[in-house]
Protein backbone atom coordinates (compact mmCIF):
# COMPACT_ATOMS: atom_id res chain seq x y z
CA UNK A 1 0.00 0.00 0.00
CA UNK A 2 2.89 2.18 0.35
CA UNK A 3 2.52 3.52 3.71
CA UNK A 4 5.38 1.60 5.59
CA UNK A 5 7.96 3.90 6.33
CA UNK A 6 11.86 2.76 6.00
CA UNK A 7 14.04 2.94 9.10
CA UNK A 8 17.76 2.95 7.49
CA UNK A 9 20.45 3.78 10.02
CA UNK A 10 23.95 2.58 9.48
CA UNK A 11 26.99 3.80 12.19
CA UNK A 12 24.78 6.30 13.50
CA UNK A 13 23.80 7.87 10.43
CA UNK A 14 19.71 8.27 9.08
CA UNK A 15 19.35 7.50 5.69
CA UNK A 16 15.99 8.58 4.05
CA UNK A 17 12.68 7.27 5.35
CA UNK A 18 10.34 8.67 2.96
CA UNK A 19 6.89 6.07 2.32
CA UNK A 20 7.47 4.32 -1.02
CA UNK A 21 5.83 5.01 -4.60
CA UNK A 22 3.12 2.21 -4.31
CA UNK A 23 -0.43 1.96 -3.76
CA UNK A 24 -0.89 5.24 -6.11
CA UNK A 25 -4.54 4.35 -5.74
CA UNK A 26 -4.73 2.84 -1.73
CA UNK A 27 -2.51 5.31 -0.44
CA UNK A 28 -4.79 8.61 -1.22
CA UNK A 29 -7.88 6.81 -0.15
CA UNK A 30 -6.67 6.09 3.71
CA UNK A 31 -4.81 9.49 3.74
CA UNK A 32 -8.13 10.96 3.35
CA UNK A 33 -9.99 8.34 5.71
CA UNK A 34 -7.52 9.41 8.08
CA UNK A 35 -7.77 13.22 7.52
CA UNK A 36 -11.76 12.10 8.22
CA UNK A 37 -11.08 10.47 11.28
CA UNK A 38 -9.03 13.06 12.78
CA UNK A 39 -11.79 15.13 13.20
CA UNK A 40 -12.97 13.72 16.07
CA UNK A 41 -10.20 15.05 18.40
CA UNK A 42 -12.18 12.68 20.90
CA UNK A 43 -11.81 9.49 19.06
CA UNK A 44 -9.24 7.18 19.26
CA UNK A 45 -7.21 8.24 15.94
CA UNK A 46 -7.89 11.50 16.98
CA UNK A 47 -5.67 11.56 19.96
CA UNK A 48 -3.08 8.89 18.47
CA UNK A 49 -3.06 11.81 15.99
CA UNK A 50 -2.52 14.71 18.54
CA UNK A 51 0.21 12.64 19.86
CA UNK A 52 1.82 11.68 17.02
CA UNK A 53 1.78 15.65 15.92
CA UNK A 54 3.32 16.64 18.70
CA UNK A 55 6.49 14.83 18.02
CA UNK A 56 6.22 14.38 13.98
CA UNK A 57 4.56 17.12 12.23
CA UNK A 58 1.23 17.12 10.41
CA UNK A 59 2.23 14.84 7.37
CA UNK A 60 4.09 12.41 9.19
CA UNK A 61 1.25 11.99 11.56
CA UNK A 62 -1.31 10.96 8.77
CA UNK A 63 0.72 8.60 7.20
CA UNK A 64 0.87 7.13 10.67
CA UNK A 65 -2.79 7.13 11.29
CA UNK A 66 -3.41 5.95 7.35
CA UNK A 67 -1.45 2.78 7.95
CA UNK A 68 -2.69 2.15 11.55
CA UNK A 69 -6.31 1.96 10.06
CA UNK A 70 -4.56 0.04 7.11
CA UNK A 71 -3.19 -2.32 9.68
CA UNK A 72 -6.05 -2.25 11.58
CA UNK A 73 -8.47 -3.21 8.76
CA UNK A 74 -6.35 -5.98 7.88
CA UNK A 75 -7.04 -7.85 11.43
CA UNK A 76 -9.66 -6.97 11.27
CA UNK A 77 -10.49 -8.91 7.95
CA UNK A 78 -8.49 -11.33 8.79
CA UNK A 79 -9.88 -12.55 11.89
CA UNK A 80 -13.32 -11.55 11.17
CA UNK A 81 -13.31 -9.16 14.21
CA UNK A 82 -14.31 -5.95 15.85
CA UNK A 83 -12.03 -2.64 15.92
CA UNK A 84 -11.38 -2.80 19.52
CA UNK A 85 -8.12 -1.34 19.87
CA UNK A 86 -6.91 -2.28 23.32
CA UNK A 87 -5.03 0.67 24.58
CA UNK A 88 -8.29 2.95 24.01
CA UNK A 89 -9.70 2.58 27.22
CA UNK A 90 -6.04 4.01 28.87
CA UNK A 91 -6.71 7.01 26.63
CA UNK A 92 -10.30 7.62 27.91
CA UNK A 93 -9.93 6.90 31.47
CA UNK A 94 -5.56 7.86 32.20
CA UNK A 95 -4.61 6.80 36.14
CA UNK A 96 -3.76 9.70 38.21
CA UNK A 97 -0.46 10.26 39.06
CA UNK A 98 0.42 7.90 42.43
CA UNK A 99 1.46 10.45 45.33
CA UNK A 100 4.07 9.28 47.21
CA UNK A 101 3.57 9.49 51.33
CA UNK A 102 6.12 10.62 53.66
CA UNK A 103 7.22 8.15 56.29
CA UNK A 104 7.60 9.17 59.64
CA UNK A 105 8.09 7.13 62.77
CA UNK A 106 4.59 7.45 63.97
CA UNK A 107 3.06 5.91 60.78
CA UNK A 108 5.83 3.12 60.12
CA UNK A 109 4.80 1.90 63.45
CA UNK A 110 1.48 2.11 62.55
CA UNK A 111 1.98 0.09 59.66
CA UNK A 112 3.69 -2.38 61.53
CA UNK A 113 0.92 -2.33 63.65
CA UNK A 114 -1.38 -3.23 61.33
CA UNK A 115 0.99 -6.26 60.08
CA UNK A 116 0.75 -7.95 63.18
CA UNK A 117 3.93 -6.96 64.34
CA UNK A 118 4.41 -6.35 68.31
CA UNK A 119 6.42 -2.63 68.39
CA UNK A 120 7.25 -0.67 71.35
CA UNK A 121 9.31 1.98 71.61
CA UNK A 122 12.37 2.16 73.31
CA UNK A 123 12.82 4.92 75.59
CA UNK A 124 16.16 6.30 76.90
CA UNK A 125 16.60 5.88 80.98
Given amino acids: ?36 AIKDKEGYFGIKYSRIKKRRGHKKAIIAIARMMLVSIYHMILTGG ?4 SDYES ?5 PPIKQQILTEESAIEFL ?5 DVFKLTKP
Avoid at 7 to 33: D, F, H, M, T, W
Avoid at 82 to 85: C, G, L, T, W, Y
Avoid at 91 to 95: A, L, V
Avoid at 113 to 117: D, I, N, P, Y
Fill in 1 to 36: AGLAPANNESANKKKSVRISKAGQYLKPLLVQCALG
Fill in 82 to 85: IFNP
Fill in 91 to 95: FKNPK
Fill in 113 to 117: KKSGF
